[in-house]
């Protein structure tokens, strides 16, 4: 079936506007993750679902960010009133159940101007 | 103290040779560990699953040590494809996975 897709794939927004992105995981996926990574850096986890149970939202760096999963689909994170050092790429990744390999998406390139 | 760490390298070897990478992890509950390769503006990719008993994959080799708490990555033979940076990762049946910063790696002809 389809790997995780992510919309959108580039988004250029001004300082202080709000910005969302989407995550559609791979179907079935109980899982899903949300990282980010700025340019020539690794892997920042920043909040994970499992299922029905509580995220983990410990990766998050401030009250600006937030993150919604529907039930085992789709997935939102919104960045409020964005800064310039919230550009970077978000990735975007699922597994069938927590420990599983995690498939990721393409990323959403983010540039706060 | 991060939760996993890589040696950022980078590492510059001749094409043929081989090299190999440490990857430490600090939480002693972790029981799944992956090797991940990232070409550049791409998404890391699954390159191996890390078996308790050690695993091989053609060129590719990995190795976990629970004791020491380090997973290790050996590449035979490297060829210039291999230029791409390396992630570790580990987490456990209940959290997430945690990534290192990734290493670097170079292959010159």
């Known amino acids: 079936g389809a790997g995780v897709s992510q919309s959108p794939s580039n988004k250029v927004t001004e300082k202080g506007k709000d910005v969302e992105l989407r995550c559609d995981p791979i179907s079935g996926h109980t899982a899903l993750y949300w990282y980010r990574q700025r340019l020539g850096q690794g892997l920042e986890f920043l909040i994970y679902f499992q299922g029905n149970s509580a995220p983990d939202k410990s990766g998050l760096p401030s009250d600006r960010f937030s993150a919604e999963r529907t039930g085992e689909s789709v997935s939102t994170l919104t960045i409020q009133r964005t800064q310039q050092e919230d550009s970077a790429v978000y990735l975007c990744a699922s597994s069938s159940q927590t420990g599983n390999t995690i498939y990721f998406g393409e990323g959403s390139w983010l540039t706060v101007v | 103290r991060k939760e996993v760490e890589q040696d950022p390298g980078p590492f510059n070897v001749p094409e043929g040779a081989t090299v190999a990478f440490n990857c430490t992890y600090s939480n002693s509950a972790s029981q799944s560990f992956f090797w991940y390769r990232q070409d550049c503006r791409k998404e890391p990719k699954l390159l191996m699953s890390?078996?308790?008993s050690g695993n091989e994959d053609g060129r590719f080799t990995a190795q976990l040590n629970r004791a020491s708490q380090y997973i290790s990555l050996l590449i035979r033979d490297s060829k210039l494809s291999d230029s791409a940076t390396y992630l570790c990762?580990?987490?456990?049946?209940?959290?997430?996975?945690?990534f290192g910063s990734g290493t670097r790696l170079s292959i010159r002809p």
């Open positions: 890390v078996y308790s």
């Open positions: 990762g580990g987490g456990s049946s209940a959290s997430k996975i945690i």
